[in-house]
């Protein structure tokens, strides 16, 4: 760049082929300008040749890795990717938050909104730092699909093959139905309206059947009408019991979202096939974060509100809680691990490992104890080791009834520990004893480390039964 061009595009903005070959061998930029700067070829005759210098950016081990870690770096110095439990004390009693680190699968795929780029379904990134990412209002939208698919079988639980021909009947299974429609408000927010319409629509076709004397066409026309009465009859309930006032219409919801970001970026070809001939006709480029891309999916569910009462009771308060964690709970694990998140989530994309997870899960649950005396717990130690080179140096070993063994160093040796377990015991111990003086002292919390996505509804229900307990 000379004197005189202080933009970079027009600095680097040539149209031939040895201008493209420039920018890749300018090593003053960093991968993630030079992917912006080929964006240029795709007014040229020389689009595939620009793509295939992204190829090779993409593929190269060394530059686009560093550039990423580099941006994960700055976004954990500058505070922004911290973890929910900073400062987690300080929230409402019956808070609760969730941290898994975990290890794709199958590959992310999402759309950017970079309206010019060298490929044309290029993965979300961060505005600043540029690295691929989910965007909280993307995981708030997957759970909340799934939470729902959820309520379809808790609905199906509750209706008979028969339903009510009386009134008084229906309504009493009603409000049973808006009972439990009324818990995912509370968790994600105002409905919807498409989801609203779908959920009318699915119970007026199992409480008002089509009659022998009526045609298709009338019963359409019933179905329609009654769905839209379901809707007012919900609105109605959600005003009545406090979720709602009539001269405020947004609901914000207790669960909130934080953006995860991966440390890697690839390419996937998906390739549409002729239905006749059965060969691909068009393959496409997608950007991706690809499978064995790490990120960490973290949520926070804070009661502040109080449907329906002005001062909170402790113990609704609880019992929200108890009932609210499995819904999470199911929901996240089935968003990453059967539904998937991100596009193309049908053909299997944007799937997680459920057993390469590692994290916690904690309640703020006042009057518990967070740690027993002896060591630190093994949810503690395993989060605050999370993504550090020592994490695979944990073994099972190092931890009786739930705690970290802190055996003095002389007597490492004597331990039964085979292998390199004592040389990995030595170098992982100061690391936690140094991290726990690092910790806040703060009110006690109950929690549970994550090690398997499949047992995270189960550890949900334990944390549920334990607050009752203590109750």
Known sequence: MNGKQWEIHAAYGGLSASDLGRIMSDRKLNSFTQAE????????????????????????????AEQIADSL????????????????????????????????????????????????????????FKVPMVAPTSWKGSLRTVATRKLLDVFSGLLSDNPPD???????????????RARRVVLFGNEKQNDADFLNRWLARR?????????????????????????KDFEAYLVEHGYRTEKIEGRQGRLFFFPTFFDKIGLEIINPHDRERRVGKNPILFECAPAGATGTFRLLYVPYDFPGEVTPDDD?????????????????????????????????????????????LRVNCPGEEAEVAGGPSESLVRRLLMGDPLERRLH????????????????IRQQPWKGKVKADYRKVKPQVLELLARQPVGPVHLARPVTDLDRLPDLARELAEEIGGAA
């Open 396 to 411: 099972d070993d190092f931890f009786v009834d739930g705690q970290f063994v802190l055996v003095p160093d002389e007597e």
């Open 73 to 128: 770096d700055w976004l954990d110095r500058l505070g922004l990717n911290r973890s929910p439990f900073y400062g987690f004390a300080a929230l409402p009693r019956y808070s609760f938050a969730l941290e898994l680190r975990f290890r794709l699968a199958k590959p992310y795929l999402s759309r950017d909104d970079d309206a010019f780029y060298i490929v044309d379904n290029p993965v979300r990134k961060d505005k600043v």
């Open 37 to 64: 700067l080929l964006a240029v070829a795709l007014a040229t005759p020389f689009k595939e040749v620009g793509r295939a210098h992204y190829h090779d950016l993409i593929q190269s081990e060394n530059r686009y």
């Open 207 to 231: 409480l008002f059947p089509e009659r022998p004397e009526e045609s298709e066409e009338e019963w359409r026309k019933r179905l329609k009408k009654q769905s839209e009465e379901l809707g």
């Open 166 to 180: 009386g009134e008084e009947e229906r309504q009493k299974l009603l409000q049973k139905l808006w009972a439990e």
């Open 316 to 360: 609704k308060l609880q019992q929200q809680l108890r009932d609210d964690l499995p819904i999470v709970a199911e929901a996240v694990r089935d968003t990453l691990t059967v539904y998937g998140f991100g596009a193309k989530t049908s053909s299997g994309f944007g799937a997680v490992d459920p057993r390469r997870v590692s994290g916690e």
